[in-house]
Every structure is written in C-alpha cells, then in structure tokens.
C-alpha cells in the first residue's frame, strides 16, 4: 500500500502533507484488525481502488475508531487521525469543544451530501447549522420475533404487536404453548438492562435525561418510568410469560431465540444473522417489527469526522474517500455483491442514511443481492420513517449500570415497589449527569 509508506514520517494528522507534485496523503482509521481477515483484506482493496480513481491522493488506512478514553490524548499528542470514526454519541461534545473542523462550504462539491437524511446529518451538525463530518450508517431498535412461534400460537405473523399491550397479550398465548417457552424476555446485567429500559422508555415517549440551560437532570421518575418497569412485572409475576430465568445480558436472548424457546424481545436487525450463525436459528423464522408504541426508539450510528487541523486539500481528499465509499449510494452495489458471495447478509432492514435517488439506488442494490427474506422485516420498514430516533443519554453506560438495578428488582422480585426503584435511580443518575460539561 502506497499509502501505507507515505504515511510512516509524520504522525502529527495536522501536518500537511501534500508534496511538490500536487499528491495528498491523509491518514484514516476503521481499518478492521487483520484477525476479521474478510473485512480487513476489503477495507484495503477499497483503498487501492479508490487510489488507482485518484492518482493525486494517498490513503494511510489505521485499525481504530472512536474511544472517549484516548481521543484527548490523541488529539493533544499529534496522532489523531486527519479523517476518524466516530458514534453517534460523540460528534455533538466534539463539535462544542471545537476539536472537529468545519466542512460546510466544501460538501457543496459532493452532492450526495444533500441527499442525507435532514435528521442524521444533523448529528454533525452545530447549533450554528455548519456541518463537521458524515454519516456511514444508522441503526434503530424494533420488535424482534419468531414467526414460527406466532403460528404455534395462534398470532399472524404478519402482524407483530404495535403496543405494549399486545406485547403482553402476545406473550402470555406463546408461553400458553408450554413446553419452556418463553413469551417475551428482556435483560438487566451489564448495562443492558438499563439500555433496553432508554429503549422502553422512548417507546412510550419518555426521556432518560433532559437538558435543563447549561445542566442534564434525569427525566424517567414519571408516569413513562413507572410504566415500562410496571409492565414488565407484571409480564413476569402476574402473568408468568417471562420466564423464571432472569438477570439475563446480551448474549441470552440471541440464545434463547436460537433455541426456538423465545417469541419475543427488542432488539436491532444485526441480531438475526448473529442468532443464525452462532445459535442455530434459521433466516425464515424470525420477523422484525417496529418498537412497540412507537412514539420513539433508540437508535444510533457510525460516521466520519475531520481533524480540526486538517488543511483544505486534506479535508477535500477526505471527503472524497467518505463519498467513494462510507457516505455512498452507488457504492452499495459493489458492496452487496461482495457480501453476498462471501456469504454475509444482505437486506436486512437498517435503517437508510439517504432520501431521494441516492435511497432509490440503495434499495435497488439491496433487492438485488438480497439473501435473507426481506419479507419478514416489511412491518419494521414500514413503519421506520414515522418513529423519531432518538440517541443514547450523555454518560450511557454509567447512566445504564444504575438503570440495570431497577430492571434486575423488577424481575426477580415480585414485592418490588417500582416507585421506590425510581427514585433511588433518579437520585444517582443525577450524580453521574452532573459530571456532564
């Protein structure tokens, strides 16, 4: 890799690069590491295709993406990257702490830009309207559920609940087949509890934090709080249809809806073929449907910002290597007919990162390759463009370590008082939100 050699002299990503003959070499991370042998060996070839297209630029491609706990340190010693990853979580702090540069007057040369769903590319954008990075792709949580069960059941599976109370409905008649199965599960250890309460609670139009001036203050001691935790005891102790086996972490229900036990749980689409590959399950026994009640749903994302010292030939080849490939409509096709011959899923139902003719082409690519039933994941699809997604509280995982507690007292103890668990989170999630500048 050209690039690869170019890049060795200089680790500062704010030093220009550019050389005599009009050549640009920008460093870049979210190489896969070289043991995902498949992804690393295609991020490399799309360099090198992307190097033959423009003779001028050199790409230095680097394992990595965005980790809070080094970005500072990166950032302060020289060795952040001129175009780097980041989640949906980050662009907002790095954008008022001015560490991201601003690529607004150059995206007018890229008209895919435009194209970007409003909502997304507001997630990198500043209250100033300017805009510092883009997006590769989106994520939302729905309503996870095993089709074959449904029939057993008597439920259409065609149809999966658009409510809380069909959920509960649905689960008490899957747990009425016997036999061990399991209505509807949910987590609480690891932080996963206290993630899938966030998605619960955005269902039923809730917030785990408001911004109130300057300040975070937790905002599920409520009616919504009380309503998701109230339901799910009730799902467990009067109902039964939950299962006696609790304090349950991300692995389990991918598990237990291999094992064909489990009809339902929330979840994201890449779950599927993780319960294939991994847990034996089957691509046509499992159906996506939107988070129930759908007044919102937690959801997030990948993307690529800029260096804050990043000069304009490098912000300029940076965002033709993004438009080559991460922010690309076009760029589905060749991707698809990759993963399909290496056997990876294609079609499953994430949520679109375009509109206009760029979402035409994806879609066209995805029917094309399409190797799963994307027939099962229509009612999600459906309903995706009317369900607000909204992003993770500031300091998710401790907010969501506190929250797992309230999850995990719901669900292996029937006395449990959902008022009291409340207010003992509300207090301690405080505490964590006050930390948040």
Same mark, same amino acid.
Not at 368 to 392: D, G, W
């Given at each position: 890799?050209?690039?690869?050699?170019?890049?060795?002299?200089?680790?500062d990503?704010?030093?220009?690069?550019?050389?005599?003959?009009?050549?640009?070499?920008?460093?870049?991370?979210?190489?896969?590491?070289?043991?995902?042998?498949?992804?690393?060996?295609?991020?490399?070839?799309?360099?090198?295709?992307?190097?033959?297209?423009?003779?001028?630029?050199?790409?230095d491609?680097?394992?990595?993406?965005?980790?809070?706990?080094?970005?500072?340190?990166?950032?302060?010693?020289?060795?952040?990257?001129?175009?780097?990853?980041?989640? %949906?979580?980050?662009?907002?702090? =790095?954008?008022?702490?001015?560490?991201?540069?601003?690529?607004?007057?150059?995206?007018?040369?890229?008209?895919?830009?435009?194209?970007?769903?409003?909502?997304?590319?507001?997630?990198?954008s500043?209250?100033?309207?300017?805009v510092?990075?883009?997006?590769?792709?989106?994520?939302?949580?729905?309503?996870?559920?095993?089709?074959? =069960?449904?029939?057993?059941?008597?439920l259409?599976?065609?149809?999966?609940?658009?409510?809380?109370?069909?959920?509960?409905?649905?689960?008490?008649?899957?747990?009425?087949?016997?036999?061990?199965?399991?209505?509807?599960?949910?987590?609480?250890?690891?932080?996963?509890?206290?993630?899938?309460?966030?998605?619960?609670?955005?269902?039923?139009?809730?917030?785990?934090?408001?911004?109130?001036?300057?300040?975070?203050?937790?905002?599920?001691?409520?009616?919504?709080?009380?309503?998701?935790?109230?339901?799910?005891?009730?799902? +467990?102790?009067?109902?039964?249809?939950?299962?006696?086996?609790?304090?349950l972490?991300?692995?389990?229900?991918?598990q237990?809806?291999?094992?064909?036990?489990?009809?339902?749980?929330?979840?994201?689409?890449?779950?599927i073929?993780?319960?294939?590959?991994?847990?034996?399950?089957?691509?046509?026994?499992?159906?996506?449907?939107?988070?129930?009640?759908?007044?919102?749903?937690?959801?997030?994302?990948?993307?690529?910002? %800029?260096?804050?010292?990043?000069?304009?030939e490098?912000? +300029?080849?940076?965002?033709?290597?993004?438009?080559?490939?991460?922010?690309?409509?076009?760029?589905?096709?060749?991707?698809?007919?990759w993963?399909?011959?290496?056997?990876?899923?294609?079609?499953?139902?994430?949520?679109?990162?375009?509109?206009?003719?760029?979402?035409?082409?994806?879609?066209?690519?995805?029917?094309?390759?399409?190797?799963?039933?994307?027939?099962?994941?229509?009612?999600?699809?459906?309903?995706?463009?009317?369900?607000?997604?909204?992003?993770?509280?500031?300091?998710?995982?401790?907010?969501?370590?506190?929250?797992?507690?309230?999850?995990?007292?719901? =669900?292996?103890?029937?006395?449990?008082?959902?008022?009291? =668990?409340?207010?003992?989170?509300?207090?301690?999630?405080?505490?964590?939100?006050?930390t948040?500048?």
């Amino acid at each position: 890799m050209a690039g690869m050699a170019t890049g060795c002299g200089d680790d500062d990503g704010s030093g220009d690069k550019s050389s005599a003959d009009g050549k640009v070499t920008i460093t870049v991370n979210g190489l896969p590491p070289a043991t995902e042998t498949a992804n690393h060996q295609r991020f490399l070839d799309n360099v090198a295709e992307f190097e033959r297209q423009n003779p001028n630029i050199d790409i230095d491609a680097r394992e990595g993406k965005m980790d809070p706990q080094t970005f500072a340190a990166k950032l302060a010693g020289g060795q952040l990257e001129d175009v780097f990853y980041v989640y %949906f979580t980050d662009p907002a702090n =790095l954008i008022a702490k001015r560490q991201v540069a601003d690529i607004t007057a150059y995206t007018k040369d890229f008209p895919v830009v435009s194209q970007v769903r409003p909502e997304i590319l507001k997630v990198f954008s500043g209250n100033d309207g300017k805009v510092y990075g883009l997006p590769y792709k989106n994520y939302s949580l729905g309503l996870l559920y095993n089709r074959t =069960l449904f029939t057993k059941a008597g439920l259409d599976p065609n149809s999966p609940p658009k409510t809380w109370a069909e959920v509960r409905e649905a689960a008490k008649k899957i747990t009425a087949l016997g036999d061990g199965h399991i209505g509807y599960g949910d987590y609480s250890k690891s932080n996963t509890g206290g993630w899938h309460f966030t998605a619960e609670l955005y269902s039923v139009g809730g917030d785990v934090a408001v911004k109130d001036g300057d300040t975070w203050k937790a905002a599920f001691n409520n009616d919504q709080g009380k309503q998701v935790l109230q339901q799910l005891k009730d799902m +467990r102790w009067t109902d039964n249809s939950m299962g006696s086996r609790q304090l349950l972490e991300w692995a389990d229900l991918l598990q237990l809806m291999g094992s064909g036990k489990l009809g339902m749980y929330v979840a994201t689409a890449d779950n599927i073929p993780t319960i294939v590959n991994q847990y034996k399950g089957t691509f046509a026994d499992y159906g996506l449907g939107p988070i129930p009640d759908g007044k919102g749903t937690l959801g997030g994302g990948e993307g690529y910002m %800029f260096n804050a010292k990043a000069s304009p030939e490098k912000i +300029r080849a940076g965002l033709k290597w993004l438009t080559f490939w991460f922010t690309s409509a076009d760029r589905y096709e060749a991707e698809n007919k990759w993963s399909a011959e290496n056997k990876l899923p294609v079609g499953l139902p994430e949520p679109q990162i375009f509109t206009g003719a760029a979402a035409d082409t994806q879609a066209a690519a995805d029917k094309k390759y399409a190797n799963v039933p994307q027939e099962n994941y229509a009612p999600f699809v459906s309903a995706a463009a009317s369900i607000p997604v909204k992003l993770e509280p500031p300091n998710a995982q401790q907010v969501y370590a506190v929250l797992d507690v309230a999850m995990q007292k719901v =669900l292996t103890d029937k006395n449990a008082n959902v008022d009291q =668990l409340l207010a003992d989170a509300e207090k301690q999630v405080n505490t964590i939100l006050a930390t948040v500048k």
